[in-house]
Every structure is written in C-alpha cells, then in structure tokens.
C-alpha cells in the first residue's frame, strides 16, 4: 500500500526545493528530520520509499526527486530535477542566452575531454566562438561562479566538471546531442565522464573512478568485468 503524502514528505520536498541536490547522508538526515517535526513515523532505510510517495506527487508537475552518484566523491545524491524537458533551454528564465550557449559548450568541451574535468582556461577561449553575444573575461568567470552555485558545475583547483544536478537532469540532452560520444558505467549504469577506459578495443567500457575502487578493492589483479583483460590502471 502507498504511503500517503503528508506534511513530512511536504517539509522534505520544501528543503529540495531550495538546495536541488543533496547527498544520500543528508537525505536520511532529512527524512529523519521531518518525521521528527511532523510526528510521523521514522523508519530506517525507507527514505526511497519516502521519496517515491513524494515523486507521486511530483509526476504531473513534470519533476522528480532522482537518485545519482556523485563522480568527485562516489557519493550517493539526491536531486530535484525537471522532466519536462530534455534541453538547456529550460533554464532561460535565469540564464540569458550568451550564458546558455557558453554552457553547452562547457558541456561539450567535458564530454569531449579525456578525464571528465576541464580548466576555466578551456571555457574562457570558448567563450571567444560564441554566436551570441560576446562575453568579456569577467562575465565568463563571474557565469561559471555561478554555475559552481546553482549546482551545474563542480569547482577544483580550478577544474570545473559537470555536476550530479546536471547529469541527472541533463541526461537526455546529452545523450542526444552526444550519442556516439558517451557510455554508461558498466557498474553503476550512469553517465561516465570521470572514469577509467578498458584498453581492451574491442571492449572499451567505462567504469566511473568510485565505482572502480569499490569494484577492484583489495584485488591484486584486477580483470575488466566485461572482456576479462587486465586492468591496467591504477585504483583510486
């Protein structure tokens, strides 16, 4: 029987609404909290459960509360996202349209890179093909701070790689635009950008870089799961 919405999934939903993503600790933590707030019952590991009432809710407002992982940390996240859409363009009421094209071609420039990660130095001279309107260096930095805040990108060291917001809710649009260019992990079936490549040719499959420390832990020959190759690489 389905659990009925009530003012804890309300509160839960609310709290998404403001940080779009969270990681999976957070969630429980939040689960837990609500149900503390709203005297509603707690059960441990149902936060799935908890959240697919909600998403119940949410299909026929076109969003969902999506499960990931994150490829910086391998951990678990939680994400709102909007499913009405598979294009950028849903978000033109904050973005202007310089911005959004200077952030697919961000998207283009990690889907086409070896690691998953780009520098501000790649997206800045990007910045110089867009058929927009022109960007200056301090308009380019200020839209990837932002970015880094909305959740769209990550920021390291001044590496920038696409958030779990983003390959979540631009999952679609990437596989369309970029069909013959990305895979999924073979572990966890997601979208792969940091991950580690089976030398293997006639294999080639991905495997995102947590899943291949969990995967190849303490295994002092590490076989491709697919091809049963070596795997050359190193563990994380």
Same mark, same amino acid.
């Given at each position: ?32 909290? $609500? $149900? ?19 998403? =119940? ?12 992982? /994150?490829?910086? /940390? ?15 363009? +849903? ?27 780009? =520098? ?5 001279? =990007? ?10 260096? /301090? ?6 701070? +932002? ?15 696409? /958030?779990? +917001? ?71």
């Amino acid at each position: 029987m389905s659990q009925q919405m009530g003012d804890s999934h309300r509160r839960f939903l609310q709290t998404m609404m403001g940080c779009a993503v969270v990681t999976g600790r957070e969630a429980d933590a939040l689960y837990r909290f $609500c $149900c503390e707030v709203h005297n509603t019952q707690h059960v441990p590991h149902k936060l799935d459960d908890f959240i697919k009432t909600i998403n =119940s809710k949410l299909q026929p407002l076109f969003m969902e509360i999506r499960k990931g992982m /994150s490829e910086d /940390s391998g951990e678990q996240c939680y994400a709102l996202i909007n499913t009405s859409q598979s294009d950028i363009t +849903r978000m033109s009421s904050d973005y202007a349209d310089n911005e959004l094209e200077l952030f697919r071609k961000t998207i283009e420039l990690v889907v086409g890179s070896e690691s998953g990660k780009i =520098s501000s130095t790649d997206v800045l001279n =990007s910045a110089d093909s867009l058929t927009t309107k022109k960007m200056k260096k /301090s308009e380019t930095e200020q839209l990837l701070n +932002r970015l880094v805040h909305d959740k769209w990108l990550n920021e390291n060291q001044g590496e920038y790689t696409l /958030s779990t +917001r983003c390959i979540l809710e631009m999952d679609q649009y990437i596989h369309t635009m970029y069909e013959d260019q990305v895979k999924k992990c073979q572990i966890c079936h997601h979208i792969a950008f940091q991950c580690q490549i089976c030398d293997n040719p006639a294999c080639g499959i991905k495997i995102h870089n947590p899943c291949v420390a969990r995967v190849f832990k303490e295994k002092t020959e590490p076989k491709c799961p697919t091809c049963g190759d070596f795997w050359p690489h190193e563990i994380p």
